[in-house]
């Protein structure tokens, strides 16, 4: 059986509304036809939408689940018995995949008989494999990564398995699909909920159902931005000579960084120096001496200023001239910032003004 074609994100519903003007039917209006009332006619349509909803999503769970079939069959089964890799690093690469196999295996059977709300209804009581397996697909994928380099035993293993017939990618673009496949389950369900009679039991099991796949991507969102922010903050603070500041701190969040001219209050020529902007302070700092035998790639914290007491303010570059500069104002002093670059001191002045609040 040759294999199905890899996951694709889904067209949006089409949206219908009643024209005066139109005489025939399109997809932003359709008239009603004589002797039809406005009920009937809506129900009509809801049927149509939902049941081409329910349509791509069997249709889609089929070729998803054929692929995680393959994962489970030519991969995990096949390495658990052979004892490739040790346990702990087998399942660290495949996670729950193996769980997710067999819920969804349930949950199709429950599509395929149209019993969306059961289906849906049921499965959401496994959301928390998705959550765990995406939480680790990072550190998946990049264990995988080290493992290929470092056992040409498993490099050869892998290779030999992708070169069956059934196979139509690599094992690196499978194992994210559960991550995919998770925001597809969000629109599905939303569209059956949206096109289901509202009376009917069917339509209270999707609308639980679109609240449990809606935390479970949000859950999954927010990881996301905790872990990407934990990197920033590592990634600036490798940046920084020494230890004058600790910038990983509870709460505190990565917003940009760039230079800017600091311009002297008392007169003088602007200076260049590199800023940093948190959530909660920004740091001036100044590079170091391309000369230093262990520091010539750093930045020098120069000054810290904390965010709490005090206000920002657009000094001018309010048009469309060349430039701008701003002022961040505390009670016994200021610091002037200006950019020669429009953009560029519009979109410190943005984030400026919505991290002060």
């Known amino acids: 059986m040759s294999g199905p074609h890899p996951l694709t994100p889904r067209t949006r519903g ?15 209006a359709v008239r009603l036809r004589p002797g039809q009332g406005l009920v009937s006619e809506q129900r009509e349509r809801w049927e149509r939408k939902r049941n081409r ?26 390495m658990n018995a052979k004892g490739t890799l040790r346990q702990e690093v087998r399942n660290a690469i495949f996670s729950t995949v193996k769980e997710i196999h067999a819920v969804n295996r349930t949950f199709l059977s429950h599509l395929e008989k149209s019993n969306f709300g059961l289906g849906f209804e049921s499965f959401s009581l496994y959301l928390f494999l998705y959550t765990n397996y995406i939480d680790n697909l990072e550190t998946s994928c990049k264990l995988l990564q080290v493992q290929l380099k470092k056992s040409k035993e498993f490099a050869r293993f892998k290779k030999l398995q992708e070169s069956r017939p059934d196979f139509q990618s690599p094992l690196e673009q499978l194992l994210p699909l559960p991550a995919q496949r998770l925001v597809q389950y969000k629109h599905f369900v939303r569209d059956l909920a949206e096109n289901t009679n509202p009376d009917s039991g069917e339509f209270q099991k999707l609308r639980k159902a679109v609240r449990a796949v809606a ?31 600790d910038i990983a701190s509870p ?73 701008g500069l701003i002022n961040l104002c505390y009670q016994k002093e200021e610091l002037l910032l ?3 670059d429009q953009d560029d001191i519009n979109d410190w002045f943005k984030h400026l003004d919505a991290a002060i609040g």
């Open 53 to 78: 909803t329910a349509r791509e999503l069997v249709q889609s769970e089929q070729q998803y689940l054929h692929h995680l079939q393959l994962v489970v069959t030519y991969f995990v089964d096949i």
């Open 215 to 245: 935390e479970a991507c949000q859950h999954v969102s927010d990881r996301a931005r905790r872990r990407e922010n934990a990197l920033q903050m590592v990634r600036v603070q490798r940046m920084l000579k020494g230890r004058r500041i």
């Open 338 to 340: 200006m950019s020669v």
């Open 251 to 323: 709460g505190r969040r990565y917003l940009r960084e760039g230079t800017l001219l600091r311009v002297p209050s008392k007169g003088g020529d602007p200076t260049p120096k590199m800023f940093f902007l948190f959530s909660d302070l920004l740091l001036m700092c100044s590079r170091c001496s391309q000369f230093h035998p262990l520091h010539a790639d750093k930045y020098e914290c120069r000054a810290v200023y904390p965010l709490a007491d005090c206000s920002v303010q657009k000094v001018f570059g309010n048009t469309q001239s060349q430039g």
């Open 14 to 28: 089409l949206c219908v509304s009643h024209s005066d003007h139109d005489s025939t039917p399109t997809v932003m």
